[in-house]
Every structure is written in structure tokens, then in C-alpha cells.
């Protein structure tokens, strides 16, 4: 059950994070080397391993990446940090790295309430941007 639970909210919260940032067209862009595409086609990259629960869901841990940088490029990781730096503040990299240390234990009703909260929140972002 728990391995079920996991595999949904991985899916709808990597469909937020790639929605997130989408324009009109469903385009969005990898944010280690820019390359642009359409949602669908583009990746979640975790700047923390997903090994790491306490990050492995966390909005500014993970942004949009092409497969290029995220898998074959094993995620681009210093420019990934640079890029968190920018967007949340100086150090923020170095924070995300202390959470990803801490251990979190997510219950059966943590799994599903965070599964229900991506489901809204996805399909917010698709009505507001027509997708």
C-alpha cells in the first residue's frame, strides 16, 4: 500500500512541479540550461535525492529539467544549487541539504492528504492556464 501511495504522489506532484511554471502553450523551460519544451516532455529534478522524504516533495527542491541534465547529466547539481540560490535566497542550497539529512516518518494519512493536495493543486493550475 505504502509503495502505491508513494508512486501517486510522485506522479501528481511531478506534474505540478513541470505545470508550475508552464505558459499558455504548455511550454516550460530545464532550469540548469534552458532548454524549452512542452511540460510533457520535460522532467522533475530533485536537487536532493529522492532517497531524502523530507525533500523528496518539497516545491523549491525540485524544478523542471530536461532529461539531458536531469539523468544523463546526473542533475546538473551545482547549477541546480546556483539556480535555488537565486530564486530563494542565498544559501538556500546549503538548507536544502540540511533538511534532506532529517528524518521524517509520513503516515498512510500524510501520503494521502499530500496526494489530494497536488490533485488541487494541478487542477488549478491547468484551469488557470487552460491546459
Request: aromatic content about 12%; glycine content about 6%; proline content about 0%.
Amino acid at each position: 500500500m505504502r509503495k502505491k501511495l508513494v508512486a501517486k504522489l510522485d506522479k501528481i506532484f511531478s506534474e505540478y512541479i513541470r505545470l508550475r511554471y508552464a505558459d499558455a502553450m504548455g511550454n516550460t523551460e530545464c532550469v540548469t540550461c534552458g532548454k524549452k519544451d512542452h511540460w510533457k516532455k520535460l522532467q522533475c529534478g530533485h536537487f536532493q535525492s529522492r532517497k531524502h522524504y523530507n525533500t523528496r516533495w518539497n516545491e523549491q527542491n525540485c524544478q523542471v529539467q530536461c532529461a539531458s541534465c536531469n539523468v544523463f547529466k546526473y542533475g546538473e547539481q551545482y547549477k541546480f544549487g546556483q539556480y535555488i540560490n537565486s530564486v530563494y535566497g542565498d544559501g538556500y542550497a546549503d538548507e536544502l541539504e540540511r533538511m534532506a539529512r532529517e528524518i521524517v516518518k509520513l503516515s498512510q494519512d500524510d501520503f494521502e492528504n499530500m496526494i489530494a493536495h497536488y490533485q488541487d493543486k494541478v487542477a488549478e493550475v491547468r484551469m488557470e492556464k487552460n491546459l
